[in-house]
Every structure is written in C-alpha cells, then in structure tokens.
C-alpha cells in the first residue's frame, strides 16, 4: 500500500514590517500623557499629550526629573512603595498630586513600566498618566451624596428597604435593621409582602406598577410580645444595573421602595378602648349564654320527668280515663309553660362572617384575660405565627370560644396547692390550616373522659380530683360553625390542652364537623 505523503507545513505568511516612525507618530499622538525616562526618572521623551496636561513644551521638560511634576504633598510613602516595585522590575499604577506649570494641581492616574534591556538591567521607564481630577471631583460627589442620601435616610423615623427584581434587599437603613431583630423574622420586608400584597414576587416581575399601595396595616406578632402595627407602603422605582453588559440597555431593572412606619402606639390605644368595649359585650354575651344553657339544661331536665308522666297517662288510660285525662291536661298545661320557657331563651346574636385575624382574637381574650390570670400567679407564653391568613369567621363568638378554653384552663390550674402555673397559647399554619393550640399545666383529662367532655350540660369539675370546664359543647359547637375541628389531648406540661383548627381536614377523628363547609 502506497503511505501517506507527509503533512504539509503551514505557510509561514511574511509579516509586515511596521516602520519605527509610525510607532513613533502612534506614541506622539496618543490620548494619553506619555513620557520615556532613564532609570534616574530623567525624561528622554515626552508626547503631544504629556505637554498639553502639564503645560510644559517637550524642549522644557527633556532632561528634567519627573519629579518636576510633584506637587511635593503626595505621601513618601506613595513614592517608596513606587520604587519598590519599578526596583523589583514590576510595573506600578497609583495616582499622584501634580502641579501644571502654570501652578494649578492636577490629580494624574499614573502607570509606570520598567523597560528591561537584553542584559536583565532596566534600561527606561515609560510612564503613561492621564488627569483624574474631575473623574475624583465626581467621585467625591456621588460619594458624598451617597453620604448624604444614607445619613437622611438611617435618620428617618420609618424603615425604609430598596427590594431588587429579586425581592433582594439592595438598600435599608437603621430602623428596617431594628425591625429585623425586633420582629425575628428573616426578611421583614417579604414578611409584610406576603401578607399586604400576596403573589408580589410574581407581580414585582411581571408588572412592578400594579405593587404600589398606600398606607396598609400589618400586624406582626411576636413570641412573648406585644403584636406590632405596621403601616406600609410600596412604590415601584426602576433600578439600573451597574453590571457591564447593562451599559447599552436604556431601561433599568424594576424595584420596589417600602416604607414602613410603626403604628403600634396608635393601634394600642385604639386596642385598649376597643378591648374595654369587646369585655363589655363579651360580658353580656356570656350571661346570654349561661341563660341560654341554663334554661335548656332546665328543659332538657324537666322533659325527662314529663314523658315519664306521659307514659303513665297512657298506662292509666285504659284503667282510670279520668285520672288519666287529669294527668294528660297537667302535661299540655306543662308543655305550654315550657314552650313559652324556649321563646325566652335568649338568641345567639346574628353576627355577619368577616375575614377574622385569630391571632387579633387570641389577643383580645389574653388582654381581657389579664387581671384574672395575674390573680392566679399564672405565667403566659404566647407564641404567635407572625403572620396569619384571615380565617372567615364571627369573630364575638371566636372571642367567646377562645376565651372558654382559657377560662377553662385557668380554672383548672388555679387550685389551692397546685405549682405549676403555665398557660401556652399558640398559633401556627399548618398545611394551610390555622392551628390554635391551648395547653395547661393543670390535672389535665383522663382520656375516658375526653369524647364525653363535649357532650352538652357535662360538667366533672369535681370527680376525683380532675377538672374538666364547662362550655366544651358550646366551644364544639362554634368550631363547628365555623368548619373546624376541636380535639382534646395531654400537654407537653401534663395539663390538657386543646387543639383547634379551622381550614381543610383530612381525615382526623376528634369533635366538631371534619370535612364540614366553612361559613
Ligand atoms: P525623590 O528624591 O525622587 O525620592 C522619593 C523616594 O523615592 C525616596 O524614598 C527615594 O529613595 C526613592 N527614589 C527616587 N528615585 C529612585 C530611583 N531611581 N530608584 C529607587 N528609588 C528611588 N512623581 C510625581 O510626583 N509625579 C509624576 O507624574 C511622576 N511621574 C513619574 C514617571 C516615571 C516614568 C517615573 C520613573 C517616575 C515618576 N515620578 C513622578 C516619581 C519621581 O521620579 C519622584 O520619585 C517623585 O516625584 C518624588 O520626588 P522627590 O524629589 O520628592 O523625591
């Protein structure tokens, strides 16, 4: 078999010779103030350039040291560190204070490169320097400004964060870091979005001028703390990237500017009378209702003893009709008499559904609470979620809910002799459900006893040593009319503690209407 031929060998292509007269013209008329010097710094040569931002001709300046140009107050320091590096042939860049000849100084961005011969020795140096000194003018300026800008802002009395495209926080001052650490959350900024202006994200992205809003309030709670009132603002700003591929692009990146203010001292007043009023109606609410569930109890009772006269009657019937009939006239007189006893019973006020902060409510029965759980030494932990979803809801009987099952608690924990004191009040999401949990350190329910405890007019305060409160049927019930689930179980502290959610269900066992419609 014939082998291959060799590979050819590239063709060296002749480069084309550049006379040194057109290096010389390029040097000459570079933008750019350049000169040639001997190793001592003594210039041999200086451009078009070099003279225009010194004011001194080539004639003049040829032959002097480039010390000429010093203004002498740039710091010794600068020029050993120079040497230093131009002795150790490495080039130096920095920049120098310069005096024109005409006196003027001019602040010259310097680079110098040593020029090494064949024999290892520095043979020149070529500096190269341009005047900085309205480049640094404005450097100061935006510094300053920027100075300014941060100092106005760290000294507003409102938070204030600067969210980029991505929702980064990109600029804050003080008082949005305080909040970072007063409210414990990661973002405070994506908290209060989150829960002011759903889908943000999305929004912020696709079409930042439908974020602006004015003026709207968050409530923040806090474990163990007072709930803090939020009064936010968002408007869209359009941010410019300061990345080199945006150098071109006329349009800048959408942000958001939020301004948040504390209101929480407002809101607390606002609270207190609301609180005061709430206790009022929450009073009276609850005597209607111990009526309610007296006179029923009293004709639940009163039934019993009837039909067993009525069934009587009916034995008597045949025997002795008018006994009998004396009898059955007794019982309509009686059954009248406690038809005209349920038209008293006092109606549940008719309260229209609203979308109910539980957290707010869970708030509201601690308020109230207060006095009566400092008169029996008990200690609160309350631990909030820090933003909640609305729960569509009555929000008096929530109130008259949770304020039964902390009553309930009290009472079982504030017995002669009894130590641990503890009341843990808690709020959380969970799947999308809002779980309140309600736990006490008290005797707790022995588990025969938990299904029973919600049967109506059940009461076992005093049985063998365990507590169990009133209004678990009437707790049952207002879960269930709002489509929750109640359920009683032990408390991490031995005590009871009982658990309500309201939202989807799948599948629990406990009271209440699993898988009911929400009102
Ligand atoms: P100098 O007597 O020059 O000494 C300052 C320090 O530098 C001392 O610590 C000294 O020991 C050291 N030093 C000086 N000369 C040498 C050397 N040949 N080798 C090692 N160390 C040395 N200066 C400016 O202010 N403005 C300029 O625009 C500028 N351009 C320059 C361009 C080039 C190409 C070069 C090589 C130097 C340039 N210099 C410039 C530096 C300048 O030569 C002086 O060193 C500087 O101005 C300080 O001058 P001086 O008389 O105050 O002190």
Redesign the pocket.
Known sequence: MPSAPPPRAPAVRPQPELPPEAFRQAVDQADLAI???D???RILFANESFSRVTGYSADEIVGQ???T????T?P?GI??A??RE??AQRPWSGR???RRKNGDLYL?E?T?SPVVGARGSTTH???M?RDVTELHRLERLVGNQKKLIESVVDAAPMALALLDQNGRAVLDNQEYKKLLTDLRVKEPAHTLLDSLLPGWRQTLAGAPETCAFTGREARVDRPAGRARWLSVSASPIEVHSDCADSYFCKGGQPGLLLVISDITELRDEQERARAAGLQAVLADEERAAEIREGLSAAIFRLEEPMNIMAAAASVLQRRDPASAGVLQRALAASREHLDALRQVIPQSPREPVVHANINEILRDVLEIGTPRLLAAGIVVDWRPAAILPPVAGRPLQLRLLFKALVDNAVEAMNVTGWKRRELRLSSAVERGRVVVAVADTGPGIPPEWRHKAFEPFFTAKNAAGHHIGTGLSRAQQVVADHGGFIGLQESPGGGCMVVVEFGQFRGQTGQGRPGGDPI
């Open positions: 000169s040639i010097t190793p001592e710094a040291n480039e010390s140009l010093s203004n002498q740039t010794d020029y050993r120079l040497w131009l002795s120098l204070l310069n010259a310097l110098i140096f070529l500096g320097h």
